[in-house]
């Protein structure tokens, strides 16, 4: 893959970057039960969030607290669930794996501007991959939610002359949708997805794939 026509790699945080997914879903189904949700509601929040992966945890809790719990919806409420996730995907993501291959690529690609955007909490995503010390790699940003990704792509459009060419490099169907919408290349990484239905999505739509980073430098 020639990775050197591009001004802008981008990179989704979990699944990517991170071996997380699937703990991530776990900090999800810890902060439910810890709000005092039953073991059947929280199963319904890990459901809903494994399909809407790199959706941000606003909308998710949302409609956690208003389709699942059916209870108003309440900013103290909201607020209490975000720092129950946060505490939980600090602990659960300490020991999370790095993506093979990713200090190669960062050397394979010095020139380019690197840039994470994550459907995760924009501090907690930076203060995760600082304590990993991966964070100088980023020179462009690391960004997260509240912001959608949708958002963070047209802020650089209008705000970075320089952003384009860009390739993203994603493992969730939210990903393939928001580089169709701004006609970004785009890369899907399987290794970790915990989309289920990927093979279907890329060969549906003719995307690029590879297993894991490291195989961009093959």
Request: aromatic share 6%; net charge negative.
């Given at each position: 893959m020639n990775l050197s026509k591009y001004s802008t790699l981008i990179f989704d945080c979990d699944g990517v970057l991170l071996n997380s997914n699937f703990k991530k879903s776990e900090a999800y189904r810890k902060a439910a039960l810890d709000f005092g949700a039953s073991p059947h509601q929280a199963d319904q929040l890990v459901q809903y969030h494994i399909e809407n992966t790199g959706i941000s945890r606003y909308v998710k809790f949302e409609y956690f607290i208003k389709e699942i719990l059916n209870d108003e919806f309440l900013e103290?409420?909201?607020?209490?669930?975000?720092?129950?996730?946060?505490?939980?995907?600090?602990?659960?993501?300490?020991?999370?794996?790095?993506?093979?291959?990713?200090?190669e690529l960062r050397e394979y690609t010095k020139n380019q501007n690197w840039m994470v955007m994550s459907g995760g909490d924009q501090n907690e995503v930076r203060q995760v991959l600082r304590e990993k010390k991966i964070d100088h790699f980023f020179n462009w940003g690391i960004y997260?939610?509240?912001?959608?990704?949708?958002?963070?792509?047209?802020?650089?459009?209008?705000?970075?002359?320089?952003?384009?060419?860009?390739i993203f490099f994603g493992d969730s169907k939210y990903d393939i949708e928001v580089a169709k919408k701004f006609n970004l290349d785009f890369v899907f990484v399987y290794e970790w997805t915990d989309f289920k239905l990927w093979k279907d999505e890329i060969d549906k739509g003719k995307i690029q794939f590879v297993k894991k980073i490291s195989d961009l430098m093959v």
């Open positions: 103290s409420n909201f607020s209490s669930l975000v720092t129950l996730l946060n505490k939980h995907v600090l602990q659960i993501l300490k020991d999370c794996e790095i993506a093979e291959g990713l200090f997260g939610s509240p912001t959608s990704k949708i958002d963070i792509v047209e802020n650089q459009l209008n705000n970075n002359l320089n952003f384009r060419p860009v």
